[in-house]
Structure formats: structure tokens, C-alpha cells
């Protein structure tokens, strides 16, 4: 289905008119937000990280209960890149939401439900290419992250958090917002992960085992490119005390690449410290786009 801005589809299909509109009113996802998506960069007419995207939606689907498997997946969305080749698209982001399916009333899901697959293609925002060159700054969001271990790392649908924090009024020159949890610990942006370099000249990404998403980039950085370069990188405890004396730091998605961070403002948000983009972050942009293209 092709709308001015997008495309939808449904398990890859052209049509949806074999899916009654009751049918999708009880789907779980809208009721629940029992579901997953993954934001994924189109390129060339492929994907480049579809194998790393495909293995996080099945292993965290049968987190949250929802039986998906690999052959499924790869099927719908070869079927999805087909209509898009048939509309001479070889560019931009296809967003997969993959709920339980519609499984009648009540939380509890029923042994029947079948999953839901649905993409959406949409244009790359013109802006990529800018702040991977410039740089962005980042504002402090009031709203917190609340922990929960048993759903840590995924990229639910479930995502209030970041729509309230995203919502917060902030300066016009922030193009994101930081999240902390609950003892003020740095956990991730709005919608991007982080990795810090401190003054001592060491690597540092926040530990997500008990909120926040770990993300495809995230995970690509920290089994390959960082490794590739020979650089040590920790998961540990970022503090708001670190955002004071960092050297470098970067946020970082599957669509955006690797995104300088020029500037965090003040706890009071009144004010910006400025920094330089650091040269190790620009190495960690040529080795991913050496590797990766789509992030050149």
C-alpha cells in the first residue's frame, strides 16, 4: 500500500485487502504494545545489516513470547525488497514491526496468535550526512528510565519513555536528548546509544542488562569495529559526573551511523559546553564506512 510518504505492507505482500480491518483492531501490538520493531538502513537496494537486525527480532520475539522464526522473516522481507525494486527504490529506511498477532481480550496470549509483520519504507532523512559531519548536541531529559530487567535490550513497542522525553521542551540547537535511570546514571539518548571516551583516554558504553536498547549499531561496534582498530572499549557505569570531563563522545544507530556529539548542556540546561569532534570518533567513522558504505 503506498501512501504520499510511505510504503506499508504486511508479511511482504502487495495487498492488504485480505486482512479485514477487525482483524488489525485486535491486533496485540496496538492493544499492548505486545510486539518489536527494528529501524534498518536501505541501501543500493539491499540491506547491509539485515542478518544482525533478523537474529535480534528472533531472539528478543521469543523473549516476549512471540514465536517468529528466521525462514518467515527472510521471506517477508525479500518479498518487501521486490516491491520496492518494482518502484525503482534503492534508498532509505524500512522500519519491521513484528507484533504477537490478534489474539482476542485479555493480557494473556493465546497458543493461537500468529505474528504480525509489518513494514513501512520511508525516505533517509536529508540531514544524515550533515550531522555525521558537523555533529549534534545533546540536551538532559527530566523523564527517567525505569528499570526492568526482563526487558532490557529490547527494542519493544513499549516506548512512552522515549516519546515523553523526545516530547520535553529543550534549545532549538539540541538534536537529541540524553536518558539517565532512575540514580542518575547515563543510559542512552532518546533514540541512539552512546559511548563516551574520558579524560583518561579510555572507551566506555553504558551496561544495559537492566534498562535501555541495545542496539544493532551498538552491538557492530562493539564485536567489530572497535576490535578491528585495536581500541579497548569497557561496558560499565557512565555517571552525569563523566558528562562534565569527557573527551569524545558519539551516539550511534543503524540508520544514523556514528554521530559526533559537539555539545551536552548543563544539568540546568541553561547552558552548552562545546567540544571539538574528537579524532578517534572520526577513525570510528572511516573504519564503519569503510566497511559499511551506507555510512559514508
Known amino acids: 500500500m503506498i501512501t504520499t510518504d510511505f510504503i506499508y505492507t504486511i508479511d511482504g505482500q502487495d495487498e492488504l485487502l485480505d486482512i479485514s480491518s477487525a482483524e488489525l483492531l485486535s491486533d496485540r501490538g496496538l492493544a499492548y504494545g505486545h510486539g518489536l520493531f527494528e529501524s534498518i538502513r536501505y541501501f543500493g537496494g539491499d540491506f547491509p545489516l ?64 500468529t505474528p504480525r509483520i509489518i513494514f513501512r519504507h520511508s525516505v533517509s532523512p536529508a540531514n ?17 528510565m525505569s528499570t526492568n530487567i526482563q526487558l532490557a535490550g529490547i527494542k519493544h513497542l513499549n516506548r512512552l519513555e522515549q516519546v515523553l522525553a523526545a516530547s520535553e521542551r529543550h534549545s532549538s540547537d539540541c538534536d537529541d536528548g540524553l536518558m539517565m535511570n532512575d ?6 539518548t532518546t533514540r541512539a546509544n552512546i559511548f563516551l571516551r574520558g ?80 579524532k578517534v570518533t572520526r577513525e570510528l567513522q572511516c573504519m564503519l564506512s569503510n566497511n559499511y558504505p551506507c555510512f559514508q
Open 183 to 188: 540514580d542518575g546514571l547515563v543510559i542512552e
Open 50 to 113: 539485515k542478518d544482525r537486525h533478523l537474529a535480534r527480532i528472533q531472539n528478543d520475539a521469543s523473549r516476549l513470547g512471540i514465536k517468529i522464526n528466521l525462514s518467515r522473516l527472510s521471506s517477508a522481507v525479500l518479498a518487501f525488497k521486490e516491491i520496492l525494486h518494482k518502484q525503482s527504490i534503492a534508498d532509505g529506511v524500512v522500519k519491521i514491526i513484528v507484533t504477537a498477532g490478534s489474539g482476542g481480550r485479555g493480557y494473556e496470549s493465546s497458543e493461537a496468535c
Open 128 to 144: 544524515f550526512q550533515h550531522y555525521r559531519n558537523t555533529g549534534i548536541n545533546l540536551w538532559r531529559c527530566g523523564q527517567r
Open 199 to 278: 579524560a583518561s583516554g579510555g572507551w566506555i558504553t553504558p551496561d544495559l542488562d537492566a534498562c535501555g536498547v541495545s542496539g544493532v549499531m551498538r552491538s557492530l561496534l562493539i564485536e567489530e569495529i572497535f576490535p578491528l582498530m585495536g581500541i579497548c572499549l569497557e561496558i560499565g557505569v557512565i555517571g552525569e559526573r563523566d558528562l562534565d570531563e569527557y573527551d569524545e563522545l558519539f551516539i550511534c544507530n543503524s540508520v544514523r551511523g556514528i554521530v559526533p556529539v559537539v555539545g551536552v548542556r548543563a544539568a540546568d540546561n541553561q547552558s552548552t559546553e562545546t567540544r571539538e569532534i574528537g
